[in-house]
């Protein structure tokens, strides 16, 4: 059996799509496969790979408790995901004997979807909602297991805590002038989501705010509106959450706007300007980030 879940980046929405914002959501090229296959011995052997190179290995008893793992933190992980499976389907794993291969094809500090492309993959596996599955062992809002199971760009919204997204066209005429990068530094989502909800003061015109903001975003049809409306959200949860922007913080001389991606603080950002890709590439070369990527080539295909 093979699986194959997509990565994600947020465009637009980061925390408030917790409280019911509409958010738009891009599933990447970059993603994790799953194999399984049948063993002879009476446990679950699992490896997974990052770019084909093993990172991670454990086996499972008939209780699907880790032993003989190389990290304990990631094999308890699995354990519990793999259990919570198991509770939504007693039909899941009534035998063990099974090799699973898990491959992520990105390099894992990047923040685009390791998690969720997993629980996604162990849902397809075990023949569940990958959403009843991600809410057992996560804290956020599950955009990102929407776009896991998603080839187009999304539009999605939690409507009392119940997941909702459509596909939507997402390719600007602009989409030259749109690249992503890789600030360095990954973020821990729920370390995050958790300061968001003890620390932030919000009101529904926020949320409100946010979510036209999306819908503007997706129909911008002009370069000048979409940097308008990046900008506009932007200062909207920079006052939220009581931080300065990427932008003030880190690149106040760039010439043209960014735009923080999910959680503030590491992961990727989004870089809109009219210079040219090897004035880009120097200018954040001079700011040690080199992990930069077209809108083009980070969609998925």
């Known amino acids: 059996m093979n699986f194959y879940s997509n990565g994600k980046l947020l465009i637009s929405g980061e925390y408030l799509v917790m409280q019911g914002a509409l958010a738009l959501a ?132 939690l409507q009392n805590g119940v997941p909702n997204f459509y596909k939507v066209d997402f390719f600007p005429d602009f989409h030259q002038n749109i690249y992503f990068a890789y600030l360095g530094k990954k973020q821990k989502s729920e370390e995050s989501i958790h300061k968001f909800k003890k620390t932030s003061a919000y009101t529904q015109n926020d949320v409100d705010l946010i979510s036209k903001l999306s819908l503007n975003m997706l129909n911008a049809e002009k370069f000048d509106d979409f940097i308008r409306l990046v900008i506009e959200h932007e200062q909207i949860l920079s006052r939220i959450l009581k931080q300065k922007t990427v932008q003030e913080r880190l690149f106040p001389d760039f010439q043209g706007s960014i735009k923080s991606l999910g959680a503030w603080g590491g992961d990727f950002i989004m870089i809109l300007s009219d210079l040219e890709y090897n004035q880009i590439q120097a200018y954040f070369s001079r700011k040690k980030i080199n992990t930069i990527f077209t809108f083009a080539e980070m969609l998925h295909d």
């Open 26 to 157: 891009l599933p990447v090229k970059f993603g994790q496969s799953l194999s399984v296959s049948l063993n002879g011995d009476n446990y679950l052997f699992w490896q997974t790979f990052v770019n084909d190179k093993l990172w991670f290995s454990a086996g499972f008893d008939n209780n699907l408790n880790a032993f003989n793992t190389s990290d304990k933190a990631t094999a308890d992980f699995l354990s519990k995901l793999l259990k919570f499976a198991k509770e939504l389907n007693p039909q899941f794993l009534t035998n063990i004997n099974f090799r699973v291969n898990a491959n992520i094809n990105f390099d894992i500090r990047w923040g685009l979807g390791s998690s969720s492309s997993l629980i996604n993959n162990v849902a397809q596996w075990a023949n569940i909602n990958p959403f009843d599955l991600f809410f057992k062992v996560a804290n956020g809002s599950a955009y990102d297991i929407a776009c896991a199971k998603s080839n187009h760009p999304i539009i999605y919204q």
